[in-house]
């Protein structure tokens, strides 16, 4: 079995994001980038699927700038075997991603693409469900475990009730939700073996991908900071004030 | 004279070094100050982390890959142990493990090497105990008392060593010991050999180990030999030459220590600003006031500093270059830096600092032993003074 793993290169998780003056986004400019974490669960789960001898080749791929080499040998570090890097420095949407994706797929024929639910930066959750619908293909979003078997593949998924179970065929898409697993540390043989493994660099045009935005975004603010909450002396007064001044009662 | 060898691929780039970076500040993740705090308190061997540092493949940083390690130079070794600090863990448990072999790598045999060094990187036989300081002899390292006399296919070792950190958590020991008395020396710094100590074998058969209880959770000791035989095999290089070979391997600790010192520093910045920014006096936030910030903002500057010493010492060890003096002015540097900070973030905290659950107190104690080991600040200086600048020698 072949596995694709899309991931991309966001702001770290640990780092304070803060909008640029101009409003136009946030800052990026020398700020700490890193692997998406859902992503990291994806690779994580791909790297497991490798070690139980299900599945034989793993591929990292991840859409953007240059730097995201580095994020790829992330996941190589991490147990993928070799990366492709869709090199562009467009700001890229969704759409223009799962487009780019699909048309990689068209030539790498995988079985099975894993990846994270959504990135901690825009948190659109829509890449995969767009690239399922892209290739006609069945999907599996917001899983918390994955079984391989003859006819399929058999998944657990969160949703608002409590946990579905489904069995769905592959190929497939399957998006990683936070609780499938923990992703695990590169160790520093496998730090230096990553160096090794290959990285192919492809642009959109060679993949006949249009990836202009479709989107304009007017303007990006901080949240509002928030204000000071009141003490009520009884039961009473906050009735009262839910009902007469939030009137949300 | 230059005995510095660079390692054999030393081409480490700065997104290897982030990379392992990473990864370091990942494992480190899993032991977090409940970890450490707990060790303290017992004073226990924190044998879960240096698992975890071993299987990951860290403490073979520096050993070639023809023996099993990953081959990196001193920048790769120094930026593991300044992330484990700089996470608040401490990585004097182990970080040993990673440059005694040097001793073995640059004077042994190729024999001597293909038998240790393999399962030293692969972490099944602990070299990190080091048998230099004795009662009476400390720095002035050319009076240790030590001996080694040659009978047949042994030497029998005679003496007592003292500060010998992680002898109980160790396999084997390097051991400076006299083996031509001092007045029949053909030259001052002659007369002292290194021996390889099974102490696996040893102990109970003219080994004795015995615990110092000290400020820190450190695992250190005094060790006496009673005629320890040493097989002659295990004799490291040429006899009579070990205090040349142990010199070099001294300026790599100095700088490894030293960036562990940057990573405390950067810790106790990193809680000071945290702490000052969240707690409030007064109606405001008490990094608010200069009087707090300042002090930050000074330790950060000779942090940044320092750490520039401790990166070019590093760099100048990859490249084969001779070390003396970027090695001791990185670690007196960075040993002040890191006490600065403490200092600053331990006022920060106000009493709050006091207590241990807030790690303040336990770092605090723990980087204070940097000022004085591996070789206190008043060596370092009269160091400088005399063999850098030219000014007589004061002792």
């Known amino acids: 079995m072949k596995v694709l793993i899309p991931i991309k290169r966001v702001i770290d998780a640990n780092v304070k994001v803060r909008v640029r003056g101009d409003g136009s986004g946030v800052e990026t400019q020398n700020v700490k980038m890193a692997m998406n974490p859902f992503c990291e669960i994806a690779v994580e789960e791909a790297v497991r699927l490798k070690e139980a001898g299900l599945a034989e080749e793993l591929i990292v791929i991840s859409c953007g700038v240059t730097q995201c080499q580095e994020t790829l040998r992330t996941g190589l570090a991490m147990g993928a075997d070799r990366g492709i890097l869709v090199e562009t420095d467009a700001e890229l949407e969704p759409l223009a991603v799962a487009k780019l994706l699909k048309a990689v797929v068209d030539k790498e024929s995988p079985d099975l693409i894993i990846l994270g639910k959504q990135s901690v930066d825009g948190d659109n959750n829509q890449t995969g469900q767009m690239l399922a619908a892209l290739l006609g293909w069945p999907q599996g979003t917001f899983i918390s475990k994955i079984e391989i078997k003859d006819s399929g593949s058999a998944i657990t998924r969160e949703v608002d009730g409590g946990l579905e179970m489904l069995e769905i065929k592959l190929p497939a898409v399957v998006t990683v939700d936070l609780r499938l697993n923990e992703p695990r540390y590169a160790s520093l043989p496998n730090i230096m073996k990553a160096k090794k493994k290959p990285i192919e660099t492809i642009s959109p045009d060679a993949l006949g991908v249009d990836v202009a935005p479709r989107v304009e975004i007017l303007e990006v603010t901080e949240p509002p900071s928030r204000q000071a909450g009141i003490k009520v002396e009884s039961v009473g007064e906050l009735v009262d004030k839910l009902r007469n001044e939030a009137k949300v009662i | 004279m230059n005995l510095m060898q660079a390692p054999a691929a030393a081409g480490e780039s700065d997104a290897d070094l982030q990379a392992i970076r990473d990864s370091v500040r990942a494992l480190c993740a899993d032991f977090p100050g409940e970890y450490w705090r707990e060790k303290d308190r017992e004073r226990a061997y924190p044998t879960e982390f240096v698992q975890a540092l071993t299987e990951a493949g860290f403490l073979a940083v520096l050993i070639p890959e023809e023996y099993g390690g990953s081959g990196l130079g001193l920048r790769a070794a120094a930026a593991i142990l300044e992330e484990i600090h700089k996470s608040g863990g401490n990585g004097a448990a182990c970080h040993a493990q990673m440059y005694i072999m040097g001793t073995i790598l640059r004077h ?38 030590t001996t080694a006399v040659r009978q047949g296919d042994r030497y029998i070792v005679n003496g007592q060593k003292v500060w010998t950190s992680r002898a109980e958590h160790s396999d084997l020991m390097l051991l400076l010991a006299r083996t031509t008395p001092k007045d029949q020396a053909k030259k001052r710094v002659e007369g002292l050999s290194v021996f390889l100590v099974d102490m696996r074998t040893a102990l109970g058969k003219g080994l004795t180990i015995r615990p110092i209880h000290t400020m820190i959770n450190h695992s250190t000791t005094e060790v006496f030999f009673d005629e320890l035989e040493v097989p002659a095999e295990n004799l490291i290089g040429e006899l009579d030459q070990g205090f040349r070979y142990i010199l070099d ?72 270059h001779s070390i003396g003096e970027s090695a001791n002015m990185a670690k007196l540097l960075a040993s002040e830096a890191a006490w600065q900070a403490a200092d600053t973030c331990l006022q920060t905290h106000g009493g709050y600092g006091f207590a241990e659950e807030y790690d303040v107190e336990r770092k ?20 400088l003074a005399e063999h850098v600048l030219g000014l007589p020698r004061s002792y």
């Open chain 2, 249 to 320: 391997g001294m300026n790599a600790e100095r700088v490894l220590i030293a960036a562990e010192c940057i990573g405390d520093a950067r810790w106790f910045i990193d809680k000071a600003v945290a702490y000052a920014g969240e707690r409030k006096v007064f109606g405001r936030q008490i990094g608010q006031n200069q009087g707090v910030q300042f002090p930050i903002a000074r330790a950060y500057a000779a942090t940044e500093a320092a750490d520039l010493m401790v990166q070019k010492a590093a760099a100048l060890f990859d490249a084969g």
């Open chain 2, 364 to 383: 605090f104690r723990e980087t204070r032993l940097y000022q004085i080991a591996p070789i206190s600040t008043n060596m370092i200086l009269s160091y």
């Open chain 2, 108 to 145: 042994g045999s190729e024999a001597q090497k293909q038998k240790w060094l393999p399962p030293i990187a692969r972490g099944e036989l602990r070299l990190q105990a080091f048998g230099v300081s004795e009662p009476t002899s400390g720095t002035d390292t050319l009076s240790l008392r």
